[in-house]
């Protein structure tokens, strides 16, 4: 079997069709398995799930994983896929006809890891890099570096992964976190991947198909910064990679914790109470401009620490 896509799922009973529709369009060129995984629906999405493939002859199979996050769901997923490469589908973030062009990316350069192509320019780039040996091929250090200066954007629902690459390196989601678990677990298959391949495939996003996240978010966004210093932990004691620590440390946390405050601040949580929950978890502490910390991000960081007015989110 050529692919297994794992689609996590909870109380989406009325776009099931549509999104099944969707990536029923993509899969003419590979064979496939639908890896569904329930997260505690408490409407009639897992019976919809059945009928459907049923209805459409989709080769897959429905998991009830309860009311974990989507970060275990995933797992699960992993641990039943078969397929020679995984991939994610994530209702919120559905792109248009991406998968035949990144199964095609992987055969051609046989990588542990493909993505997809965010701009014109990053998919002639691609396309070149694919076609001709003499184009440098970038590692995936040097592609996290990338993502760190915010050069490079991968979306964890626009790559294509080598089963075997995630199971001989030990490659899962955070369980216990429902924040910044995907861009966690990109950066680390960036630092593990021996190859990594940017496809030619364009990115648009099919919006009138996605589902629509309206949950607050809470303290629990935090968890986005936690997953960040894990990384950068990493980085410092398993990898030689000190510049990538370094923007790491510099600009990703930094970036990541100011994101955080402008969402609690969205959500209308009183300013003082952010200032309390960053004490109390030692984020006030990251704040800190270094060597690579642009310019804007200095700027936003010295109007949350030394206000001369009040701050309000970007």
């Known amino acids: 079997m050529d692919v297994s896509i794992i689609f996590p799922v909870r109380n989406l009973e009325k776009e ?18 639908i890896v569904i995984v329930d997260m505690g629906s408490d409407d009639s999405t897992l019976a919809k799930s059945l009928m459907l493939l049923r209805q459409y002859g989709l080769p897959g199979f429905v998991v009830q994983n309860g009311p974990g996050g989507p970060a275990a769901a995933l797992n699960s997923g992993l641990h039943r896929a078969q397929g020679k490469y995984v991939a994610f589908l994530l209702a919120s973030h559905l792109y248009k006809d991406i998968l035949p062009g990144l199964f095609s990316t992987a055969e051609l350069t046989e990588a542990d890891m493909v993505f997809g192509s965010q701009t014109e320019e990053e998919s002639r780039l691609a396309e070149r890099q694919s076609m001709s040996r003499v184009v440098k091929k970038k590692s995936g250090a040097e592609y996290l570096q990338a993502c760190l200066e915010g050069k490079l954007q991968i979306d964890l629902a626009a790559i294509l992964l080598r089963r075997q690459f995630l199971l001989e390196n030990h490659l899962w989601f955070q369980e216990d976190c429902r924040y910044g678990y995907g861009e966690e677990f990109l950066y680390r298959c960036l630092l593990r991947a021996e190859e990594t391949a940017p496809s030619p495939v364009l990115l648009q996003r099919e919006s009138q198909l996605e589902w629509r996240c309206e949950e607050l978010h809470g303290h629990q966004v935090f968890q986005r910064v936690e997953a960040m210093l894990r990384v950068r932990d990493i980085l410092w004691c398993e990898y030689n990679l000190p510049v990538v620590a370094e923007w790491m440390t510099d600009q990703k946390i930094p970036q990541t914790i100011m994101e955080c405050i402008d969402t609690l601040l969205r959500e209308k949580v009183p300013l003082a109470t952010v200032r309390k929950e960053m004490k109390a978890r030692g984020f006030d502490r990251l704040l800190q401009a270094g060597k690579y910390t642009q310019s804007t991000l200095k700027k936003k960081i010295r109007s949350w620490k030394f206000p001369l007015r009040p701050y309000f989110p970007s």
């Open 16 to 33: 099931m069709k549509g999104i099944l529709e969707h990536l029923q369009g993509q899969t003419s060129a590979f064979s496939f398995e």
